[in-house]
């Protein structure tokens, strides 16, 4: 896998745990991902399905607590996929500085 590939999917995986933190379920992360960050869906779950065996016990107990949660309205959502980007952005532009 090259540099930049290795790069885009940590950059999902990073996208994938902001989606976590505000408790989208899986099925919300791939499309709040695929609509706001042209991110394939395909990619999406791949990833988080790779998270999910290298964390079991945490989506476990993810699950678990998440389990009737109140789902985000677009907007909402719209709004923290946005800011996870510029975030992200930003992040990499003060890795880029260091260097």
Known sequence: MG?????YIHMVQYMIE???????????CI???SKHAN?????TSTVWNEL??????F???YYESSSGSKRMSETETSVLIEK?????QSNKSDYKDQD
Request: hydrophobic share 40%; with cysteine; charged share 30%.
């Open 3 to 7: 540099e930049s590939s290795a790069s």
């Open 18 to 28: 902001k989606c976590l933190i505000f408790h989208m379920n899986k099925e919300e």
């Open 31 to 33: 499309e709040a991902l």
């Open 39 to 43: 991110i394939m869906p395909v990619i």
């Open 52 to 57: 999910e065996k290298a964390n079991r016990e």
């Open 59 to 61: 989506f476990q107990s």
């Open 84 to 88: 996870i980007i510029s975030e992200n």
